[in-house]
């Protein structure tokens, strides 16, 4: 089965860096399609050429966040979801393409195959994507470094999740960052209403969504019955420009025409 990967990605200082380490991920994986969906207002140049020469399959969208949606320069970084509109806007791109290919005979792939929310600044192991690849609804299993834990889990029991291991708020509907699920096209497919509350209370973006796909019961443990952790919630350093601010007041700040 393809498996169709959304990633939310944003223009700042390392965002070329982040695409580079992740697209040298998806490069070792078979039959991955990835979604990269910029909040721009147009595409930008430089995903455009990044993507061209990445050697991936993929789509390339776009969808800003409305301004009052939006994370202001100080604000604390838990303060709104980020990424919502344009995980939303993969959405629709995915089930216009599956209705189209209804038609077809490539439906029978599109069945099977399974959509991932991958955020760009992540740590991805090769074997996830194999875990992930057969997903009936919906797959679950750990993630590590979110939360203020070492990671969080479902817990399993009798093979079947009972209950999550993580360090906050327990009883959201889905207490589980966005890495640490992936859900059948057919689902997405058959749930149109299905999307990402841009205005969901922290912590509740994730379950905004699934919520409407599956309760607790349905959900598939992978990863050993989640013992493994195969993926990482790692946030990049922002890059300090101590030296390139005070070097522009001189009129002696990098050349604004090399793209990096
Ligand atoms: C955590 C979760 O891991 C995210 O999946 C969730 O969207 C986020 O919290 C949230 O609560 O909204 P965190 O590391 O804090 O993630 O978020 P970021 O990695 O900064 O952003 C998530 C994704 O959205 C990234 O792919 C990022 O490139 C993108 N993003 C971020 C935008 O597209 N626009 C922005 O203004 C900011
Ligand atoms: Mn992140």
């Not at 990605?9 to 994986?29: G, M, P, W």
């Not at 994370?71 to 970084?77: F, R, V, Y």
């Amino acid at each position: 089965p393809k498996i169709y990967v959304i990633t939310p990605t944003y223009a700042r200082l390392v965002q070329k860096a982040e695409l580079t380490r992740l697209s040298l991920t998806f490069l070792h994986v078979p039959q991955l399609h990835w979604i990269v969906v910029e909040d721009a207002p147009q595409p930008t140049p430089l995903v455009t050429d990044f993507l061209a020469a990445s050697g991936l399959t993929y789509t390339h969208l776009h969808k800003l966040t409305p301004k009052d949606r939006k994370l202001q320069e100080g604000d604390p970084s838990w303060l709104k979801p980020r990424g919502a509109e344009q995980r939303n806007e993969g959405l629709r791109w995915l089930r216009e393409m599956g209705a189209a290919a209804a038609e077809g005979k490539e439906a029978a792939a599109l069945e099977e195959a399974v959509v991932y929310f991958a955020d760009d600044d992540n740590t991805y192991s090769l074997q996830l994507f194999e875990e992930m690849r057969y997903t009936y609804r919906v797959s679950v299993w750990p993630v590590g470094l979110v939360g203020g834990m070492k990671f969080e889990r479902p817990v399993v029991e009798d093979g079947k999740v009972v209950r999550f291991h993580t360090g906050w708020r327990p009883n959201r509907p889905f207490p589980m960052d966005m890495a640490g699920f992936a859900v059948s096209l057919r689902l997405v497919m058959t749930n149109p209403e299905a999307r990402f509350d841009g205005d969901a209370q922290m912590g509740f973006l994730e379950s905004s969504f699934l919520q409407h796909l599956v309760t607790m019961d349905d959900l598939e443990p992978k990863a050993d019955l989640c013992s493994k952790v195969l993926v990482w919630h790692t946030r990049t350093e922002k890059p300090k420009m101590k030296r390139e601010d005070a070097l522009q007041k001189q009129g002696l700040g990098s050349d604004p025409d090399v793209e990096r």
